[in-house]
């Protein structure tokens, strides 16, 4: 086995009506872990669209981007790194509502779907 570097982004956990200033802390983040050289990134869970979502629909709020395209803009930062990113997101449910799942981009891929794991960091 070789040694590999891992980040741990530690970012400010905002309410869900500054989600666009939370999306550009972890953006910072992610650019920051991906300039020191890791090669294993996670994020908090429920990182976006906010830790204190204030109830459901989440994704129909104002101010609150789509998750596929905050989805495409994680991968992006993964490919454009090379690492693996482990990303805790609300996930929108059919029907309304969201969900805390954890999302796994693997470098070069835009989104390789839920980590059904326990512990989000036991990558296969």
């Known amino acids: 086995m070789q040694p590999f570097k891992v980040a741990l982004c530690q970012v400010q956990a905002f309410g869900v009506e500054e989600a666009e200033t939370n999306l550009d802390n ?39 981007r789509s998750f596929d395209e905050v989805a495409a803009l994680f991968g992006e930062k993964a490919r454009r790194y090379g690492y693996w990113l482990a990303a805790g997101m609300a996930m ?30 036991a990558f296969r």
Do not use: K, S
Not at 30 to 56: F, H, K, N, S, T
Not at 99 to 120: F, K, Y
């Open 26 to 64: 972890i953006l910072r983040a992610l650019d920051e872990a991906g300039a020191a050289g890791a090669q294993l990134v996670a994020l908090p869970e429920c990182a976006y669209p906010a830790y204190y979502l204030g109830g459901d629909d989440v994704y129909t709020r104002p101010g609150v």
């Open 92 to 121: 929108p449910r059919p029907g309304g509502g969201a969900n805390q799942q954890w999302r796994r981009v693997r470098p070069g891929w835009h989104d390789a779907g839920p980590l059904r794991q326990a512990i989000p960091l």
